[in-house]
């Protein structure tokens, strides 16, 4: 069987140190061969749901876990299908299609893409909200610890919270849960916000603005326990802002990545960071960029 992700490199970041005043370290999942963390989390569902019998695969996405899980299981040699909505983009239909993946268009966001996916046959691989899924994506910080980095801060951009869930796994299994995390959405789909605000699960009337695979409408349950538990700060940046650090990334470090990307990199540099110490930023990535 192939790898179903692989390590990725983590780096320092010289330009971005040097406005922080401290230094500032990234994660480089935007290097996964589906361009993602995604492939984390959903190759580890994938791999378990056909040890566990499963002969279908089935997913909801809107772009990036559905890509992750059409690669995984052409690795697997097993079907799957993919159910996204109308916004996501024609580019991204074909690049799921191309790993052989059957492509359901189904709705205008995420939300209703998830539903439809769960009238259909196949075994459900959930986007972002099953132990599983957070497992995979915890592997990234043993990874950076493995590299003998211990940060003092660590910068995560959030969707519907499963690399927040993974990333606070991953701290608690290497000894960080002292280290606090900044959680990042963009205005138009900050649903953590609203659930840590409210201490309890909100659901956005809408998505909006660029970072359209941030766009989940409610934040999975685990998500929100942890930001509560772990007292991690929450922001969300403009649209405007993370579009500017994707471009300043872009140049800087001569890779592209969606404005979803662009929320964690925007925290950086606006600033005011919480912690002390190294900033270590996860750069999830975004195929929907290329």
């Given at each position: 069987m192939r790898p179903l992700w692989v390590r990725t490199p983590t780096i320092p970041?010289?330009?971005?140190?040097?406005?922080?005043?401290?230094?500032?370290?990234?994660?480089?999942?935007?290097?996964?061969?589906v361009g993602s963390f995604k492939q984390r989390g959903m190759g580890l569902s994938c791999a378990r749901a056909v040890d566990a019998g499963a002969e279908r695969l089935l997913t909801s996405s809107g772009g990036n876990a559905g890509y992750a899980v059409a690669w995984a299981a052409r690795a697997l040699g097993v079907p799957v299908t993919v159910v996204v909505p109308r916004r996501t983009s024609e580019s991204?239909?074909?690049?799921?299609?191309?790993?052989?993946?059957?492509?359901?268009?189904?709705?205008?966001?995420?939300?209703?893409?998830?539903?439809?996916?769960?009238?259909?046959?196949?075994a459900l691989i959930h986007p972002f909200d099953h132990p599983d899924c957070w497992?995979?994506?915890?592997?990234?910080v043993h990874e950076v610890a493995d590299d003998g980095l211990r940060p003092g801060l660590v910068v995560?951009?959030?969707g519907g919270g499963g690399l927040l869930a993974g990333v606070a796994q991953g701290m608690a299994d290497v000894g960080w849960a002292d280290v606090p995390v900044l959680a990042v959405e963009t205005e138009g789909t900050a649903s953590l916000g609203a659930a840590v605000a409210a201490g309890e699960l909100r659901t956005?009337?809408?998505?909006e603005g660029v970072a359209l695979t941030l766009g989940a409408r409610t934040v999975c349950q685990r998500a929100l326990d942890v930001a509560l538990e772990r007292q991690m700060t929450v922001r969300a940046v403009t649209d405007a802002q993370?579009?500017?650090?994707?471009?300043?990334?872009?140049?800087?470090?001569?890779?592209?990545?969606?404005?979803s990307c662009g929320a964690?990199?925007?925290?950086?540099?606006?600033g005011t960071l919480p912690g002390e110490g190294p900033?270590?930023?996860i750069v999830c990535g975004g195929a929907a960029a290329r």
């Open positions: 970041s010289t330009p971005m140190s040097a406005r922080a005043g401290r230094p500032v370290w990234l994660k480089l999942e935007n290097t996964q061969p991204m239909r074909a690049r799921i299609a191309a790993e052989g993946a059957e492509v359901v268009v189904h709705g205008e966001v995420w939300d209703d893409a998830h539903v439809h996916a769960q009238s259909l046959s196949g497992e995979g994506h915890a592997t990234l995560v951009a959030v956005l009337d809408a998505i993370a579009l500017a650090a994707v471009d300043t990334f872009r140049v800087e470090h001569r890779m592209l990545v969606e404005p964690g990199l925007a925290a950086v540099e606006a900033v270590l930023v």
